[in-house]
């Protein structure tokens, strides 16, 4: 069987947070920057909450079927919302969006690549 990796982001948007909560994520705003950004086991948190409140956590995944995409969705969402609530953070609007690697198309470079390896 071949192995799929799944990358899932969700997004959603902090809730009610109290002054000492918006001061602690400010604080922490580095390690959560959008530039650095990665899609990661664990799943990787990023917002600038001085802009705006919302925040998105980016996961990796794999699986053999296709299904399996479903699975790792529900299984970030609820590591999404268990990193929030074990914080105290509220929030809303918790949405996902996956995508199979597999079924993603490729990229003139890597196109160009698999090109030359078969001739």
């Given at each position: 069987m071949t192995t799929r990796t799944f990358r899932v982001t969700v997004r959603g948007v902090f809730d009610g947070l109290s002054a000492e909560q918006r001061a602690e994520l400010r604080s922490r705003a580095a390690d959560h920057d959008v530039?650095?950004?990665?899609?990661?086991?664990?799943?990787?948190l990023s917002y600038d909450i001085a802009a705006r409140?919302?925040?998105?956590?980016?996961f990796q995944d794999s699986g053999e079927d296709e299904e399996d995409i479903l699975e790792a969705t529900e299984r970030a969402e609820e590591a999404a919302r268990a990193w929030l609530t074990d914080r105290g953070y509220g929030y809303k609007n918790l949405r996902s969006s996956a995508e199979d690697l597999s079924q993603a198309p490729l990229s003139k470079r890597q196109r160009r690549a698999a090109a030359q390896q078969q001739g």
């Open positions: 530039l650095r950004a990665a899609f990661t086991p664990e799943g990787h409140p919302a925040f998105t956590f980016r």
